[in-house]
């Protein structure tokens, strides 16, 4: 029997995934801490002798997975530790292809369809009132203000979580911290001109169904909001790649 029949294909490596392996390696070995910059598109092209192009396609792959802030005037800012990043750094290589990227977002969602579905059964009366303080917040926050609102967003969820009476979910929840603001932020700039309408109405939903300790419709309420921010997160991830090719 032929050889091919035996023998897998090697995948190459993609340049971007290389470029990707040694700055991983690059923050470790420097113990980055949050906070600290890293140098420069520019320079990094030079140091790495690849092009720019390929510093950005790297530097997306990092911010969506919630390794670093990248602001157009101020510079890419990390925003874990070297230590957190040694454990972990297979997040930001496996996460960079759309496949990857729909792994998180299957895990996101059932993630909190279980949290909606608990708190709906186990939320007290002083959960509601906190959750229902969270949406008010919302309300009064300038709608220009990315984030406070981003803040705002993240607070309802990580509020739902304590609701839910499961310190496991809880923990499960706090690890995919960095990516759920990562995935906040890739899709705010649609919220935002739209006024922010869109996840405080779902958000209001999600919290009647616990409000009325009704499991299978916080779930479903809670599905339909991950389902519709997972839309414009790829539609925003495609909007990015678009503009890198340009």
Known sequence: MAMENYLPK????????????????YMINLKFKPGDRLPTEHQLASQLQVGRG?????????????????RPKTGTRILVTSS???KSPHIVSRSRTSEKIEEIVELRI???????????????????????KCLDSTTHVPKD??????????????????????SSLQRYLAGLRNLIRMWMKQTYSDYMKEGFPIPLKEHRKIL????????????????RHLHS???????????RDMENQE
């Not at 059932?110 to 229902?132: N, P």
Request: aromatic share 4%; glycine share 0%.
């Open 54 to 70: 390929t510093i950005r396609e790297v530097m997306a792959a990092l911010a969506f997975t919630g390794i670093v802030e990248v």
């Open 110 to 132: 059932a993630l909190e369809q279980a949290i909606a579905e608990l708190a709906a059964k186990k939320a007290r009366q002083s959960d509601i009132i906190r959750l229902k």
């Open 10 to 25: 090697i995948r190459r490596k993609k340049l971007a995934e290389h470029v990707l392996e040694q700055l991983i390696e």
């Open 84 to 86: 957190e990043l040694k």
């Open 208 to 223: 009647n169904a616990i409000e009325m300790h009704d499991s299978e419709k916080a779930r479903l309420e809670m599905a």
């Open 229 to 239: 921010s997972s839309t414009r997160l790829n539609i925003a991830i495609l909007r």
């Open 145 to 166: 203000n990315f984030d406070e609102l981003q803040k705002a967003d993240l607070l309802f969820h990580f509020t739902l979580a304590e609701a839910s009476h499961n």
